[in-house]
């Protein structure tokens, strides 16, 4: 089966930012690749994570894994990406790909996100905060800077842990040079893909460039 003996590869930015073109991207070529699942892959991962299994149990036959976030419908929400200290510990070999946009169209792309299901996605969240804080009225403003914390501490914690190891690649969606420096890189580990550039996947008509989630 193609894809067998290459290293896996963890997609830890965050949504939004062209996770789904970056698994079509592979999924293109025959690549075992999941991508969310309606939240699948991150439900998986905290179920094991909490019965110490390794994160991936269940789910371990793919090579490429992205938007690892489940937020239901009462509000709970999880970050599967968060736990990249323990993917590389558990999986070793493998590759982490941080896809970075900029910070306010990412916000403004965050605001807009809607669910046919579940509605707006700025309201599930502004549920699960209320939870977590039973005593005040959260606002939108109130996401927004929950959204920001989580934005700069993430990146922090990417780039403290990754310092002094060579199995990061970064990406700034925005940038087609980052775009085709990304791809060089996974041929350079194996992987043989035939696109230049990250296919368009969920973007707005308005923003095409800049709003692939």
């Not at 941080?98 to 669910?115: M, Y």
């Given at each position: 089966m193609r894809g067998t003996g290459l290293p896996k590869v963890f997609v830890i930015g965050h949504h939004k930012i062209a996770t789904r073109s970056i698994h079509r991207l592979f999924r293109i070529d025959g690549y075992r690749a999941i991508h969310w699942k309606g939240g699948r892959i991150a439900d998986t991962m905290l179920k094991n994570l909490r019965t110490s299994q390794p994160l991936l149990t269940g789910i371990d036959k793919s090579n490429v894994y992205s938007d690892m976030e489940c937020l239901h419908k009462n509000g709970e929400f999880f970050y599967g990406h968060r736990l990249f200290p323990i993917l590389d510990l558990q999986y070793p070999g493998s590759l982490f790909i941080?896809?970075?946009?900029?910070?306010?169209?990412?916000?403004?792309?965050?605001?807009?996100?809607?669910?046919k299901k579940y509605g707006s996605y700025v309201r599930r969240i502004s549920k699960g905060l209320s939870a977590l804080n039973p005593d005040r009225q959260i606002t939108t403003e109130d996401v927004i800077e929950m959204w920001r914390k989580t934005w700069h501490q993430h990146e922090e914690e990417v780039n403290k842990y990754f310092s002094d190891k060579s199995n990061l690649l970064r990406v700034n969606i925005e940038d087609q040079d980052s775009k085709r420096l990304l791809i060089h890189s996974l041929k350079q580990h194996g992987y043989q893909l035939t696109s230049d550039d990250l296919p368009y996947v969920g973007a707005t008509p308005q923003k095409r460039k800049t709003s692939n989630s």
């Open positions: 941080f896809n970075t946009r900029n910070l306010e169209s990412w916000i403004k792309s965050q605001l807009a996100h809607k669910s």
